[in-house]
């Protein structure tokens, strides 16, 4: 079974070199310079982090079709390709009002009003990407998703113009907290 927890740090260790971090919106996170990933059920605590963030992948809550979840299995390559060497790590928090929100309310602004997975498909069909979602796992998380992103040098353009399409959408106006670090893959 593969692992659904993980544990992204940012301190002086791992084989990810943060090149920049901004805050797009609210609070930054504190300076980094490497980027560690740990998974599993056992997951190890630096006391030398300047920050530690956790998630868990889970089910998905908006790709309700059959049809459109083939289309994205098919379309999403895997994470850790070699050339491939250029990572994001985009954390996010969406506001209360979000929250308040029925599922169907939030379906209708992710999918119909946004159009989240088709605009990635259409900027970005061979993005790979891993999303986790921190709110279940207590109170005082201070994001509710993390997501990875990874893709070769080349196509850092083409991930910036996907993200200044998704930043524009109705979506993102739920969105209170975010910050976005890109990083290098280094082999230590
Ligand atoms: C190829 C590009 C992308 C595709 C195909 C894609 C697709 C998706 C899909 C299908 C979901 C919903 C999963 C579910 O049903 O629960 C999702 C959720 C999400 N994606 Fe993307 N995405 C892409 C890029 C991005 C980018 C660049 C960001 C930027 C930060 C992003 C942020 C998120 C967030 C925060 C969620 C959780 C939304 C929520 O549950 O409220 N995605 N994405």
């Not at 079709?65 to 969406?94: F, H, M, N, W, Y």
């Not at 990407?129 to 196509?155: G, M, V, Y």
Request: a negative charge.
């Amino acid at each position: 079974m593969s692992a659904r927890s993980f544990l992204f740090a940012g301190g002086d260790t791992g084989p990810w070199r943060i090149a920049e971090t901004k805050a797009i919106i609210g609070a930054p996170l504190p300076a980094a310079a490497r980027l560690a990933i740990a998974s599993g059920p056992a997951l190890p605590s630096d006391p030398h982090a300047s920050w530690i963030l956790r998630g868990m992948t889970s089910n998905e809550r908006y790709v309700v079709r059959e049809e459109d979840r083939r289309q994205l299995v098919a379309s999403q390559p895997a994470l850790g390709r070699p050339e491939a060497s250029c990572g994001a790590l985009i954390t996010i928090r969406k506001n209360a009002a979000w929250w308040a929100l029925t599922q169907e309310q939030r379906q209708n602004v992710f999918e119909r009003q946004s159009g989240h997975a088709a605009l990635g498909l259409r900027h970005f069909p061979a993005l790979a990407r891993r999303l986790h979602h921190c709110r279940d796992l207590s109170e005082n998380e201070p994001f509710d998703f993390i997501t990875w992103f990874e893709f070769a040098p080349a196509d850092e353009a083409a991930f910036d113009t996907l993200l200044a399409a998704l930043r524009a959408t109705a979506e993102w106006a739920y969105v209170e907290r975010e910050v976005d670090i890109r990083l290098v893959r280094e082999e230590l």
